[in-house]
């Protein structure tokens, strides 16, 4: 399976190219000349969802192995919708709200559903920077803030020595900042509350409620139960 590097690479190489009429691309035209989307066609369509896959078929050169890989069916049911997609990657639980280089990134049309899915190619402290197809009418680079975000589709790399990179700073009591929102949406995620017992407010305070849910996130865990999430409790956290 492909690497982070390779994937980045590959729509790396891509950036510029511009769709025809009437949303005319060359991704399709591989797709659907392979029968991807069998017995449907996606030419002439949105085509962001069918990029992220025809990046994926290109490094992996087999369509049963590069549905498999994105958790894909074998064609009953498959859709090249972003939601479609989404809810694959959700079924398998490999869907995340902290993003990494190399994700399928699903941007928020509502609760449920997602208006577009481009490649993470790197993160921010409260941005993230993809790689998108059928945006402006050619491949580009966007940089969006990660408040607009769904959340984030995770194939199962290849590691090949590739290095992920996110930065986070070390985050305690007092704080205010978008890594304790982030620390907070991953907590309300995995069920953790506050010492109120009430679910978690995503309001980017470190107050005694936060504390109190990464302390027990902590102790579930086994790291020293200091209350604040530093090198050990924020790799735990981006697992999941």
């Not at 029968?35 to 066609?41: I, N, R």
């Not at 679910?199 to 209350?227: C, P, R, W």
């Amino acid at each position: 399976m492909p690497t982070v590097k390779q994937m980045l690479d590959m729509c790396r190489k891509y950036l510029g190219t511009a769709e025809g009429p009437n949303n005319w691309n060359i991704f399709a035209e591989e797709l659907d000349k392979v029968k991807f989307f069998d017995p449907q066609k996606k030419q002439n369509h949105e085509y962001c969802s069918v990029f992220c896959d025809d990046m994926a078929y290109k490094l992996i050169k087999d369509v049963s192995k590069t549905h498999k890989w994105l958790y894909q069916p074998q064609y009953n049911d498959l859709s090249a919708s972003a939601t479609y997609q989404m809810n694959y990657f959700k079924k398998v639980g490999r869907f995340y709200t902290i993003p990494q280089p190399g994700d399928w990134a699903f941007l928020r049309k509502d609760s449920k559903t997602a208006k577009h899915v481009c490649i993470v190619e790197s993160v921010g402290l409260k941005t993230v920077t993809t790689i998108d197809a059928n945006h402006g009418k050619k491949v580009c680079r966007v940089v969006r803030d990660k408040k607009l975000f769904l959340g984030f589709g995770r194939p199962v790399y290849d590691k090949g020595g590739d290095t992920v990179m996110v930065e986070l700073k070390v985050i305690s009591k007092g704080d205010n900042c978008q890594e304790v929102f982030t620390a907070q949406s991953v907590l309300k995620a995995l069920g953790y509350k506050g010492a109120d017992k009430k679910v978690l407010a995503l309001d980017g305070k470190f107050g005694s409620n936060t504390e109190y849910a990464v302390k027990a996130f902590q102790k579930d865990h086994g790291i020293g139960q200091d209350g604040a999430v530093g090198a050990k409790t924020w790799p735990a956290l981006l697992k999941g």
